[in-house]
Nanobody, 123 residues
Framework: QVQLVESGGGVVQAGDSLRLSCVVSGGAVASYAMAWFRQGSGKEREFLAT????????FYGDSVKGRFTISRDNRKNTIFLQMARLKPEDTGIYFCAARLFRIAPAADQYDMWGQGTQVTVSP
């Protein structure tokens, strides 16, 4: 059974940087397209970034484009989300997700999810 475990969340100030990690176990991460989503309080789950299996393709949501960077290390079965110039509106629970083969920008296209890690950005 594939498991995804996020880490790296915390409380930061506006303008700070933070790096999230997602470790995949129970399966070879090289088989999966990976993505990051977040969910703010009372909001729908929002697409942030996705990366293809061989890292050649990356796509970002408009709200994080130019500030967040997704990457992966298939040897370590780990996905990263480097976040820069954080804003209070970036506050939320951050989830990593996996699906076989091709990248996709919508939450309902992913069938494997982690439990999430909380990121809080204070003004």
């Amino acid at each position: 059974q594939v498991q995804l475990v996020e880490s790296g969340g915390g409380v930061v100030q506006a303008g700070d940087s933070l790096r999230l990690s997602c470790v995949v176990s129970g399966g070879a991460v090289a088989s999966y397209a990976m993505a990051w989503f977040r969910q703010g309080s009372g909001k729908e789950r929002e697409f942030l970034a996705t990366i293809s299996r061989n890292t050649e393709d990356k796509f970002y949501g408009d709200s994080v484009k130019g500030r967040f960077t997704i990457s992966r290390d298939n040897r370590k079965n780990t996905i990263f989300l480097q976040m820069a110039r954080l804003k209070p509106e970036d506050t939320g629970i951050y989830f990593c997700a996996a699906r076989l083969f091709r990248i996709a920008p919508a939450a309902d296209q992913y069938d494997m999810w982690g439990q999430g890690t909380q990121v809080t950005v204070s003004p």
